[in-house]
């Protein structure tokens, strides 16, 4: 008996303010005083933060083109038929004021789910981080992608398989003559792609590390060949490439195509006429899909967003209705009228 009310002793915590749970505590009592100009106070911060959210971004400069060619008047109406390959269109249009730079020239997809689950994990993760011991046995997961006649695709998967592949070039019409918009494709991926996630094998040259493989069955050229100007951004670290992998969370989405930051261009698209030059390969009527150009620039808050704007407007406003709402029920039940 003694040894269990010693071994019960021995247990309990120490006789401390803080073990016993008697450490000094504040809780605050809210009242009107408190409550409703606290409410007031939020609902004007909010309401300043959404002013200068929405002004800025209808101050953003947005230029959209469809390109799809589904209606027969459409430059590149041609072009979206299946059955022809390797296609060209060209789109026309005109700039009216100083297009602001740096300009940031995305292309849009419509209704493609890259969201949908079974084709977000179709991909070998060992395979794309340069892994050389897993680098010809693609996983599981990248089916039916994952070998062509009985070689092993690389990269296999359904992501990298379906990767965008219609390429642009942007000229400017000055005294009836074509002047080429230089395009700046550098660091359009994000950083932990391009230094982490993805790596290309330790092999040198490149192309020996794909020896015994073959390219994606929708792909029209391997991956170390996808930049021949610049063999620096060939394999996984292709900065396209890389854009391409981090998918979208909705079905509507634009991606990263290039920023035109460079020569007589730097300030932005000067007024005139423009010329943009499609090479037409990507196939999206199968799935009732649509395909845009985007030209845009970019302020302290990012893209043009309006949604940011409009809901801290909303959301301040609510705050102030309530604040005026509990004024008016406190001043009718703290004072009540004398009869």
């Not at 060992?126 to 046995?137: A, I, M």
């Amino acid at each position: 008996m003694v040894k269990e009310e010693q071994q019960e002793l021995a247990n309990r915590p120490d006789n401390t303010a803080f073990t016993q749970q008697r450490l000094p505590a504040w809780q605050p009592i809210l009242s009107a005083g408190i409550v409703i100009p606290g409410f007031v106070l939020i609902g004007l911060a909010f309401i300043g933060i959404g002013v200068a959210l929405f002004v800025t971004s209808r101050s953003i400069q947005v230029l959209e083109l469809d390109y799809t060619g589904v209606e027969q008047d459409s430059p590149c109406f041609k072009c979206s038929d299946p059955d022809v390959k390797n296609c060209k269109c060209e789109l026309s249009f005109s700039i009216n004021s100083l297009f602001q730079g740096p300009v940031f020239f995305y292309y849009g997809l419509s209704n493609y789910f890259q969201n949908y689950r079974k084709y977000g994990v179709s991909k070998d993760d060992n395979q794309l981080s340069g892994d050389l011991d897993n680098f010809k046995t693609p996983d599981d997961s990248c089916a039916p992608y994952e070998y062509s006649n009985d070689k092993p695709i690389v990269p296999c998967g359904s992501v990298a398989n379906s990767m965008f592949n219609d390429s642009f070039q942007l000229f400017q019409i000055v005294k009836g003559k074509q002047k080429l918009v230089p395009f700046d494709g550098k660091g359009i991926a994000w950083w932990t792609d391009y230094n982490v996630k993805y790596r290309n094998p330790s092999v040198s040259p490149l192309k020996n590390a794909f020896n015994g493989t073959v390219k994606p069955v929708f792909w029209p050229k391997p991956a170390y060949e996808l930049d021949t100007s610049d063999p620096a951004n060939n394999g996984f670290i292709n900065q396209d490439f890389l854009v391409w992998m981090r998918r979208a969370a909705l079905p509507d989405f634009r991606k990263l195509y290039r920023r035109i930051t460079e020569g007589d261009y730097a300030e932005g698209l000067p007024v005139g006429n423009y010329t943009l030059k499609i090479a037409y390969n990507y196939p999206v009527l199968s799935f009732d899909g649509r395909k845009k150009v985007v030209f845009s620039n970019v302020s302290w808050m990012g893209g043009k967003n309006e949604f940011l704007g409009i809901a801290y407007l909303v959301i301040g406003s609510m705050c102030v209705v309530m604040s005026i709402v509990m004024l008016i029920v406190y001043a009718k039940f703290k004072f009540p009228e004398e009869d």
